[in-house]
């Protein structure tokens, strides 16, 4: 594993949730996700409806309009704004919120994490209590290059992922700017600022 780069490094508390994935490179987990939250929703307890492989939380708010593509949990005290989008394999966690008109497709979003409104996340990893203004996106898959393999920068190493979509890895307590881009593969540290309508592309 490169060096420093557990999740737990960026994302406290990140493998007493997902316990099985303590080791596992963050590029990795969103190809695996949807198999993974079906293992956790069929350990949830009775404080979660579940029903066609979605689990929200008897305190959870869902809005009108939003479309929920199974697997999906959405836990305790979490806003999911009206005409959200969540597939793919999706985990809120606790307090979590996801406003109006935002998509968020094989992603973990962790806990008091707010991604504001017409927002895209994409097969990414969002650490505690970090800040998504609006218009602010999480880009997945390079459209624009025939080489469309993602590397990340990790302490001025360039590292080949060997996969063709992931977003970013985002630390606790991040601001992420209204309508900046995250290309893919990037790292945040914990406490990052992105200024409104920066580009953070790491390679």
């Known amino acids: 594993m490169p060096l420093r780069l557990m999740i737990d490094n960026y994302i406290e508390g990140f493998s007493s949730f997902f316990t099985a994935q303590k080791h596992t490179l963050p590029w990795l987990i969103p190809q695996s996700l949807p198999g993974i939250i079906d293992e956790m929703i069929a350990q949830v307890n009775d404080s979660y409806t579940v029903k066609d492989g979605i689990a929200i939380h008897q305190t959870a708010t869902v809005e009108r309009g939003v479309v929920l593509k ?15 989008y969540l ?7 606790e307090g ?18 707010a991604v ?3 927002n895209f996340i994409g097969d990414s990893i ?12 999480v880009a997945n ?3 624009e290059k025939k080489d469309k393999q993602i590397r990340v920068m990790l302490h ?3 590292i080949d992922t060997d996969v063709k979509k992931f977003g970013a890895l985002v630390g606790d307590n991040c601001r ?6 995250l290309s893919p593969g990037t790292i945040l540290a914990k406490d990052t600022i992105v200024k409104r309508l920066e580009l953070v592309e790491q390679v």
């Open 156 to 158: 001025g190493e360039i």
């Open 96 to 113: 979590a919120t996801v406003g109006t008109s935002c998509e968020v497709k094989t992603s973990i979003i962790m806990q008091n994490s």
């Open 126 to 137: 969002i650490g505690n209590n970090v800040n998504f203004e609006a218009g602010s996106i």
């Open 116 to 118: 504001a409104h017409f």
């Open 141 to 143: 898959h390079y459209n």
């Open 87 to 93: 597939r793919g394999g999706v985990y809120l966690g």
């Open 176 to 181: 992420i700017g209204a309508n900046a881009v």
């Open 70 to 84: 199974a697997p999906v949990i959405i836990s305790e005290n979490c806003f999911v704004g009206a005409n959200a």
